[in-house]
């Protein structure tokens, strides 16, 4: 007879029971004991053994909720995209003379230098001037990045019907748009999975995901062979061309589309905040995802998500704020006194970790940022731009020009007092939500911040 003295389950990373360990004891000999291991019914198919090797450890505890979705149409995409790149490489081989007698291979590898040349050039420069952007706005640009590619993909289709000088133009311009693919992908990609990576696993969901791409871009080969090879007309060409893009940017917009990002980025943190201050409401990412748009202009502050009532520049220069404040200047350059000064600005904004002035003529809000600037003080900037731009919007009475400064500056502090009264709140209750609030996200370009060195 055995009495049973502990029970220990033993789990994989996912949750899943792999196995339990029984201690128990027995009446018949004096401090013995006995323990069994119990292994559950045998649960994986051939099927689900494979598909592991493809998902992250932990699956799908280790990764977002939007992870799945997500893979499933980006999967789709990189199948569509392999069978359409297969007719535009063969439409390149056509334009450099395979086939051809007379063509040269020297020419071949001149016109491959050139392309891979330009590719690099493109690569450094766009890197250089939206690398900033990238990651706040990474949905826009993975997007984005396959529009450039199927461009890409329609230029190299299009070369074998032109002349010798054009066509090379035409091909060098191709990669130019591929190597601008390249930047927008590699980035945006990178972004999307720190977002999915819930147990900071990122190197391995990088890997599972290279994993993915690998044997879905077999598999898009393989039948891009059968369709290759049975498809030589050119309306039969560009036809399954047209379809196999349109089902690549289809699958793509619906990827994104299905990503619930938790970051606040500009258009984000516009429909966050107005809704919390004309509702009292916070959405949650996924009620955000719904709305947002994957295209949007810069800088924006749109109300609810629909009409524009504004514009706001973060991380500015001082110098541009100071020209909003008074555009003309003297002959070397100097600023002349404004009638809002900039101690009386310093002054309101005292406590914070930013100046904000608005310029009323051009609708738009600049934001100089202090050194000590967190997250946290560019969602508050940022909200109340989006406050103050809202309340100009819908100002009724008019104004009278000499007195657009004082008004401006009561609005700013009676918005900047609004605003404080309650954000401590708010990050609460984003972060309740769901939201990320100490991430940075609302610079897309490379900002400059200010101290104050002397104050008397």
């Known amino acids: 007879m055995t009495t049973t003295e502990l029970i220990v389950d033993e789990q994989d990373e996912g949750g899943n029971l792999t196995a339990t360990h029984v201690q128990s004891s027995t009446i018949y000999t004096e401090n013995s004991s006995r323990i069994d291991t119990i292994l559950p019914a045998a649960r994986s198919s051939g099927f689900r053994s494979i598909v592991k090797v493809f998902l992250p450890a932990g699956y799908p505890h280790s990764v977002t909720e939007d992870y799945l979705e997500y893979q499933i149409y980006d999967s789709l995409q990189a199948f569509s995209s392999s069978i359409a790149g297969l007719?535009?490489?063969?439409?390149?081989?056509?334009?450099?003379?395979?086939g051809d007698a007379s063509a040269s291979p020297t020419a071949a590898l001149l016109l491959s230098v050139l392309q891979d040349s330009m590719g690099r050039i493109a690569t450094i420069l766009f890197a250089h001037k939206l690398g900033s952007s990238l990651e706040p706005e990474c949905k826009m640009y993975r997007l984005a990045a396959d529009i450039l590619n199927d461009t890409a993909m329609i230029l190299d289709?299009?070369?074998?019907?032109?002349?010798?000088?054009?066509?090379?133009?035409?091909l060098s311009f191709s990669s130019i748009l591929r190597a601008l693919c390249g930047v927008c992908a590699g980035s945006s990609k990178a972004s999307l999975s720190a977002h999915f990576a819930r147990w900071g696993n990122l190197g391995e969901l990088n890997a599972k995901d290279s994993s993915q791409e690998t044997i879905i871009s077999l598999m898009g080969m393989l039948a891009g062979s059968i369709v290759v090879s049975r498809v030589s007309s050119t309306v039969a060409t560009w036809s399954s061309?047209?379809?196999?893009?349109?089902?690549?940017?289809?699958?793509?917009?619906?990827?994104?589309?299905?990503?619930?990002?938790?970051?606040?980025?500009?258009?984000?943190?516009?429909?966050?905040?107005?809704?919390?201050?004309?509702?009292?409401?916070?959405?949650?990412?996924?009620?955000?995802?719904?709305?947002?748009?994957?295209?949007?202009?810069?800088g924006v502050l749109r109300w609810k998500g629909c009409h524009v009532i504004g514009y706001c520049?973060?991380?500015?220069?001082?110098?541009?704020?100071?020209?909003s404040l008074v555009p003309r200047t003297g002959p070397t350059g100097s600023i002349?006194?404004?009638?809002?000064?900039?101690?009386?600005?310093?002054?309101?904004?005292?406590?914070?970790?930013?100046?904000?002035w608005y310029d009323s003529l051009k609708k738009t809000a600049m934001v100089v940022l202090k050194g000590e600037a967190s997250p946290t003080s560019l969602l508050k900037a940022w909200s109340q731009a989006l406050l103050v731009a809202h309340r100009r919007h819908h100002q009724v009475e008019a104004v009278p020009r000499a007195s657009v400064d004082e008004v401006t500056f009561t609005m700013l502090r009676v918005t900047l007092a609004d605003v404080s009264r309650s954000f401590e709140?708010?990050?609460?209750?984003?972060?309740?939500?769901?939201?990320?609030?100490?991430?940075?996200?609302?610079?897309?370009?490379?900002?400059?911040?200010?101290m104050l060195k002397e104050m008397s």
């Open 87 to 98: 007719l535009s490489s063969r439409a390149v081989l056509q334009g450099v003379g395979v």
């Open 157 to 170: 289709c299009l070369s074998p019907a032109l002349p010798k000088v054009p066509r090379v133009v035409l």
């Open 241 to 298: 061309l047209i379809l196999l893009l349109s089902i690549h940017l289809a699958m793509n917009h619906a990827a994104v589309r299905a990503v619930r990002m938790r970051t606040m980025n500009r258009q984000r943190a516009n429909t966050v905040f107005s809704t919390l201050f004309d509702e009292g409401v916070i959405l949650s990412p996924e009620e955000v995802s719904k709305q947002e748009r994957i295209f949007e202009r810069d």
């Open 313 to 323: 520049r973060i991380g500015v220069p001082l110098r541009l704020l100071l020209r």
């Open 336 to 356: 002349r006194s404004p009638t809002i000064g900039l101690s009386r600005l310093w002054d309101l904004y005292r406590d914070e970790d930013y100046l904000l």
């Open 425 to 450: 709140n708010y990050l609460q209750r984003l972060r309740t939500a769901g939201w990320d609030v100490n991430t940075a996200a609302l610079e897309t370009s490379s900002g400059r911040r200010i």
